[in-house]
């Protein structure tokens, strides 16, 4: 938006004016109004106006000059010199009144009719930087230091935007001009914090002081009267030290701050970067893969690269965790069912021949107790002869197959210990024979119904149990 067209409207005025300091007064105002000076301009308006207060058409120039500047109290004070019209004095008035409300979308609206009003200008200045329009802004602040560079909104302006872009020695310096001391020692104070921190090796260590003072400032942004706050930029880098702790020291929990830097600047590379190697940190690699995919495109060749062969390591450790959890899950069910099935006297391994025991003296399960002898003896000589000729051969005395024998002799020619084996316990472990006694002594299958397990406790079918029973009164 242009600053003022008055070229047309002075070189117009120059026509008219016949007095020749007349017209090198108004060459002046033109020249002022071309470089920014409306101040000067406006004062040999004054000027002028007292010596030719009956001239027309510099008094419609006036006003008009005076509209443009939203000068809108000065052109009420002038109406009968500068002879206005009702509606434009009604017009005049009801944009004094917009202006009071202080409600910028309202004032925004008068933008176009007075370009160089102070007050409007400043409207649109704040409007635009607080939706971060920086290309409009920044054409609106320079209108405003032409305007008045001295006053204490373009100062405000000014140590806003040096502490939005993190220059903030500049920005505090101009608050401190303009007293706002309590903002100055909080800002001090959340830098110095900063700067100590930084100092501290331990990863984990130094990530919880930065979140604790995280923490402390979400009261400040949210309560701040400044949008943006004037604690956002310090609010943002700090969150990018938690997130880059995080990433260096491979600490769980940085995500939530990678997300609030995303969610603020959705459009930042380096946000989204280092949120999707964090989600990779937590073994959170579908959101990864989504996020990755989402914003590949606009993603450097050789981050996709990094990005792509990270996500894929990862993916492969995390398939070799859930491998060796789903393992040890089943190791622990067949664990548990083992038991189980121990404490009711049964076994996977019922009517298995799982030593081998069997197969050891060659003899089928049903063998009666001579033949299983017989079987013994004949297994220990072979086992013997075998034993012999390996040590002729070799040197070496290898007892394993006589033992293997003997092991066999010893469980299936006890009676107690073949039936514990042919339920498919083994009978050299303590757990599992002592399981299956405790089920032969209170077996709760065998019974034909509920009264036979009662009167193994309390004496009998039929039998009573008492209880004591207890009253409150």
């Given amino acids: 938006m242009k600053i003022i067209d008055i070229t047309?409207?002075?070189?117009?005025?120059?026509?008219?004016?016949c007095e020749a300091d007349d017209v090198q007064t108004m060459n002046r105002i033109y020249d002022c109004c071309t470089r920014g000076k409306f101040s000067e301009a406006e004062r040999m308006y004054e000027e002028l106006l007292q010596n030719t207060k009956n001239n027309k058409r510099i008094n419609h120039e006036y006003a008009e000059f005076l509209y443009k500047m939203g000068k809108y109290q000065r052109i009420i004070e002038l109406k009968d010199i500068l002879k206005i019209t009702k509606e434009r004095e009604d017009e005049v008035k009801q944009n004094i009144a917009v202006i009071k409300t202080g409600v910028n979308k309202n004032i925004l609206r008068l933008l176009d009719k007075s370009p160089n009003s102070f007050e409007i200008v400043y409207a649109a200045a704040v409007n635009a930087f607080e939706k971060g329009d920086r290309t409009r802004f920044?054409?609106?602040?320079?209108?405003?230091?032409s305007l008045n560079k001295d006053d204490n909104r373009v100062i405000l302006l000014q140590a806003r935007l040096n502490m939005a872009d993190g220059q903030y020695q500049d920005g505090i310096r101009l608050f401190e001009k303009l007293g706002h001391q309590n903002f100055v020692e909080y800002a001090k104070l959340f830098l110095d914090k900063i700067a100590s921190f930084n100092s501290i090796s331990s990863g984990k260590e130094k990530a919880q002081h930065f979140v604790r003072l995280y923490n402390n400032m979400v009261p400040l942004l949210i309560k701040d009267r400044y949008k943006p706050?004037?604690?956002?930029?310090?609010?943002?880098d700090v969150l990018e030290k938690?997130?880059?702790?995080?990433?260096?020291?491979?600490i769980v929990g940085g995500v939530a701050y990678s997300n609030k830097l995303l969610y603020s600047d959705p459009g930042n590379l380096k946000h989204v970067i280092n949120h999707i190697r964090l989600l990779l940190v937590e073994n959170r690699v579908r959101e990864a893969v989504y996020l990755f995919k989402e914003k590949k495109s606009e993603l450097p060749k050789n981050v996709r690269?990094?990005?792509?062969?990270?996500?894929?390591r990862k993916q492969k450790e995390v398939e070799e965790e859930q491998k060796k959890q789903r393992a040890e899950e089943q190791r622990r069910r067949e664990q548990r069912e083992r038991r189980r099935r121990a404490q009711m006297g049964k076994s996977d391994n019922a009517g298995k021949d799982f030593k081998e025991y069997y197969k050891t003296l060659a003899i089928k399960k049903d063998a009666k107790e001579k033949e299983i002898k017989k079987a013994w003896k004949k297994a220990a000589k072979k086992a013997q002869i075998a034993m012999a000729k390996k040590e002729r051969e070799t040197g070496e005395k290898d007892e394993t197959p006589l033992k293997r024998v003997n092991k066999a002799w010893e469980i299936l020619g006890d009676p107690e210990k073949k039936e514990l084996y042919d339920k498919g316990l083994d009978p050299e472990n303590p757990q599992e024979s002592a399981n299956y006694q405790y089920q032969q002594q209170f077996?709760?299958?065998?019974?034909d119904d509920f009264d036979e397990i009662v009167s193994q406790?309390?004496?009998g079918r039929g039998g009573q149990r008492t209880f004591r029973t207890f009253s409150f009164h």
């Fill in 305 to 312: 690269v990094f990005l792509t062969d990270l996500i894929e």
């Fill in 229 to 236: 706050s004037l604690y956002t930029r310090i609010a943002k």
């Fill in 242 to 250: 938690i997130v880059e702790i995080c990433l260096n020291s491979a």
């Fill in 457 to 459: 406790f309390f004496g």
């Fill in 138 to 145: 920044y054409g609106y602040f320079n209108r405003l230091k």
């Fill in 8 to 17: 047309k409207m002075v070189a117009f005025a120059l026509c008219v004016v």
């Fill in 443 to 447: 077996n709760f299958d065998g019974f």
